[in-house]
């Protein structure tokens, strides 16, 4: 498939009239063509005002329609073949498994939402019947479901040009909802893009539906990406990236006339904790395990742990041992982008430079451009608790151990953190009571809480909440992962008194559509 | 019960040092005794750091334990008897029926949400359980469940001194979550809001809880409200009242380190659609009822309808001339307070002086202080959409008729409406084509759209929307009556992997709390 560098816009493809943007291999230096000449106000109004045309026919699509539409989107991925591997290779710098099961998360994630189309779930069908006998006064009949909360636009994430972007789970999720979507492709990848852009407009096409349900932009973020989110017929955000992004994004959703939800995914550190009694049973395991995870994918996960926490002494230098050993094992790995490198070299040149963090051990120096070499640096708990500096998001495998005097240390460290994607407890039997005290802290702080595991992979399924407390995310109420992301996307309307024939479908008598309803407070499965 | 003028913070009632606030009965402009000295910044810090050592051991609390807590305020509410009706007729110059009917509804609202914390369902529980097999990679055991978000500061509502106050919906539905709660009393009933702050504070004692679990502090809300927002260990808001003082609010919620939501029901003006077959089977009969809903309670509600949308012809002239009569017969009834009058009369007199708007029918002039006197005007569509300012909220019981001269003309005018609380047709079986073709409007921008009623009157049951897009509300994902209410003051977590010991109880194999769970993502009742 030969790309074209335009605009996707509706059922056009549009050449815009700004600076082009070219994705750059990183592991090269290459710039790549095409360019992609960005957009400007035209493009937005254009893609707004189609999405605005289509919501409400699109809101109104029957399970089946909309279900079968996220499968023919992922359908349609699949089709396009080794083209978006080789293109997501020379525009991340990630290698081919990496991509090919990000490929695969990518599809099975819209096909999951399609069938949490089909369940219902997310209508939170409520039924309170009229009680027209009822003392003093009578009840009418009301009803509850949700429905869209509008178009949404999403920003594709540089670390997941598959999985977060163009046709990630902020879009699977917001079609999911019945939201048309307009895109800001990431500048990372723009061919990647293009090329799942196309899948989704074929998919529309096929399956009939009005052409503003998708639209593809590239630009700037300062440009196109703030002119969307200050557009009136946009009703939420979804974006994954820095927290300087994220915050700015929030700040023009609050200023507008009609203030919008913002759902940013931004910045976590990970904490991990290492209790007494596991680190003593298995302390040097515990080190490769840890610089395993730190350093998969050079580190550019959001979930990467980049904080450990635990009491010093033997046990942890045995820790610290295995971990240094595997660090200095650790490959130079290339980096998404340049700035994303020159950022980690910032972040990392801060740690060293601190007189609170020492270096423990460094990886392998890389010999091309962009790549990062891998990092671990110690620190005292009382000076972590001082220095918040200490606490910032290195983004790439740099992690930070804080050495504590005592549990009750970790739990005062562990208390002065920032909200966090993850806590993660690494605990055998014998540390079961000091875990529990840990973890009423540990739940306030974080929106996923595991023990004996590492933070990186993240399950997409019904249980999973990647989210958290500020500034993880800026809405700690919901996840942008796994298949309650679709509520971010909805909003309760109640109907009262309605006759049959003007009620939603999955409101009428009967349950046509064989949802889970809330009848007077009770389920019906 | 003698009233001591003081704030009650935690387990204490403690004399502030402010200027002192004074109840005034609008009906006679008497100043009530006792002063409430406003409190401060100690005041603040005391309640929120008694919240905050209380927010742990609450929302751990199992759900018989919670449940009865909020019976017992309701039980210690209708125990302070006569009391309390006669002290909120007094600062409010509401009737006594009213009263007696609002305390009713606040009570009955507290032991609602009784049950739903019983049944559970606010936990949305989901579980994935672990499929060590699966190829390529295993997945893990993962859970969900909702937390409470922390402590939560309620500003009391002028119009409903008992079932938007200090026991209100906010405060019910954020108990329930697991929520401490700081109230910051409404300066228009002090006293009312001290009885029904010793009946919590008794409540909380009774129940063996921590003494954080509930404050009630006095003070402007420019200082000690803002204060309080402000404030790290505060991580949600919930107020009813107007556009300018929730709008304050939420730019002090976002502009903290850590932004915080906050649910700020608002402004609506509540259009009610007089479809064409129903104006002209029953213009008369709906002109009496629109008034009688018009008028109930001084128009003092938030689903108050201001606003009537209808074609213009002899059948509008049968609805105006009956409601005109019944406007020109309504009493004038006494304002909740002297700014709410004062705000009343300016209104008025804004659509007295528009050029666009005509008056219909004024209704009989008051001869006490602060009373209300009805009022109905009339404007053009044409008009009514080239100038914002008509669809202005005038709170209080005066409202203006949108003349139009077809049901495009009605869909437009609809179309133009800020977001509402709610949206009402008055329809017969022949306007259902057209209704059909509105409702997509009226979804868009209300938070409850109903049929052949009036938007007065607000049941508490799990159905219930009171929300809608902005500026109806702050967040149009949510609701402030009926028990959905409780999912503003939660957040998901995940565990992942955790031993049965460390489970939370509703998490744990066996079900042991029996509440409904979504397993691999099918709904097990």
Known sequence: MSLEGKQLIGNQAVLASGRAIHGINPATGETLEPGYPGGGQAEVERACELAWQAFDAYRETGPEQRASFLETIADEIEAIGDDLIVRAMAESGLPRA???GERGRTCGQLRLFAQVVRAGEWLDVRIDPALPERQPLPRVDLRQRHIALGPVVVFGASNFPLAFSVAGGDTASALAAGCPVVVKAH???PGTSELVGRAIQAAVAKRDLPEGVFSLLYGSGREVGQ???ADPRIKAVGFTGSRAGGTALMKTAQARP???PVYAEMSSINPVLLMPEALKARGAELGQ????SLTMGAGQFCTNPGLVIAIKGPDLDAFLNAAAEAVRGAAAQTMLTPGIHDAYQSGVAGLAASDKANEVARGQQGTGPNQCQAGLFVAEAQDFLADEALQAEVF???SLVVACSSLDDMQQVAEHLEGQLTATLQMDDGDIDAARRL?????????RVMVNGWPTGVEVCHAMVHGGPYPATSDARTTSVGSAAIYRFLRPVCYQNLPQALLPEALRDGNPQGVSRLVDGKREA
């Open 187 to 189: 500048s990372a990848h």
């Open 439 to 447: 973890l009423p802290t540990l739940e306030r702080r974080a929106g």
């Open 227 to 229: 002119a969307l989110v």
């Open 396 to 398: 790439g495998s740099t």
């Open 98 to 100: 990496r991509l090919e």
């Open 289 to 292: 395990g840890f610089v395993a």
């Open 258 to 260: 009609e203030p919008i």
